[in-house]
């Protein structure tokens, strides 16, 4: 048994995210040989904020040599602070219960976790799994692009819509369970001057949030957001700017509430090829549902900054 598994080490994982670098760190510290395939064409920066709490977190940041570096990167995030329909302090929500023991962006996790693996991970990005073949010799996987090859095991790293799970169980209808809102977010300038502190305002069915940390030129907005299941192109980053726009202005004390959506509405109108605007995101978990519905009834209302 133990000669088998010295044999299998040959494991492909699918998504470059955090999940598919990290368990790469693990597969490479006991001898394995990970092969990480990633669609986007470059490793992808954006994202919102990951907390780590706890000794269980804080104790494999520790294992893994990188909580020193994600503690000199972490959001230093203070107080979320909840506001009427005036502007007014309602309440206030403490650094710790919001961000954990340490906070950092998504995009600093994913850098430090590919900067630790590159030289140990064979990396393939702009490529994507075609299609997986079990036979008695292993795993037989072909590529979007390039020549087929035979892993060991193939681990599917690559989210909510996971393109291993596709091929290898099914369509993602039959393990997706829709849980009634919507999350999608992008950067604006910070025209409020927020200080490592976030601005919070809600009502029924729908949350905006708008903070700022690390970067202070640059804010960070959340838009959550209760929904049928809306039928969409979830590569179409246009499609879900207009969809959000669209949820706003049927809402007219909503619509005042972004200069954050003013920057939407103007990479909207000018088709902006590019943006920060996140895929909204249907939740599923039990974890990742009691992390957002917790303020899931929210707007925030600031000036028009336009």
């Known amino acids: 048994m133990a000669d088998a598994a010295k044999q299998n080490r040959g494991v492909l994982i699918s998504g470059a995210s955090i999940a598919g670098p990290a368990l790469a760190w693990w597969l490479g510290r006991y001898g394995f040989n990970p092969t990480v395939v990633e669609r986007a064409p470059e490793l992808r920066g954006g994202g919102f904020a990951v907390d780590f709490r706890g000794e269980a977190h804080m104790g494999v940041l520790g294992r ?115 849980l009634g809102y919507y999350v999608a977010g992008f950067e604006v300038p910070n025209h409020l001057n927020l200080d490592h502190t976030g601005l919070l305002h809600n009502v029924p069915g729908k949350l905006v949030d708008i903070s700022s940390s690390r970067n202070s030129s640059q804010a960070s907005t959340m838009f959550v957001f209760a929904s049928e299941p809306l039928d969409y192109d979830r590569r179409d980053v246009w499609r879900q700017k207009k969809i959000l726009a669209d949820i706003c202005h049927r809402h007219p004390r909503l619509h005042r509430a972004p200069a954050l959506l003013a920057r939407a509405r103007r990479d909207i109108a000018g088709r902006a090829r590019q943006g920060s605007s996140h895929p909204p995101l249907a939740l599923r978990g039990r974890e990742c549902a009691g992390r957002f519905l917790r303020g899931a009834r929210a707007r925030l209302r600031v000036p028009d900054l336009r």
């Open 64 to 178: 893994m040599g990188i909580l020193d570096e994600i503690r000199q990167m972490q959001t230093g995030m203070g107080e979320q602070i909840v506001v009427d329909d005036n502007g007014r302090k309602l309440a206030s929500l403490p650094a710790h219960f919001m961000s954990g023991d340490v906070e950092i962006l998504r995009g600093d996790l994913s850098r430090i976790l590919y900067e630790r693996t590159r030289e140990t991970t064979e990396y393939k990005f702009g490529n994507s799994i075609a299609s997986i073949t079990e036979t008695t010799d292993g795993v037989d996987v072909t590529f979007e692009r390039g020549a087929p090859r035979t892993f060991d095991l193939v681990v599917g790293a690559d989210g909510l819509h996971s393109n291993v799970r596709r091929l290898a169980f099914g369509d993602e209808s039959q393990f997706i369970r829709y």
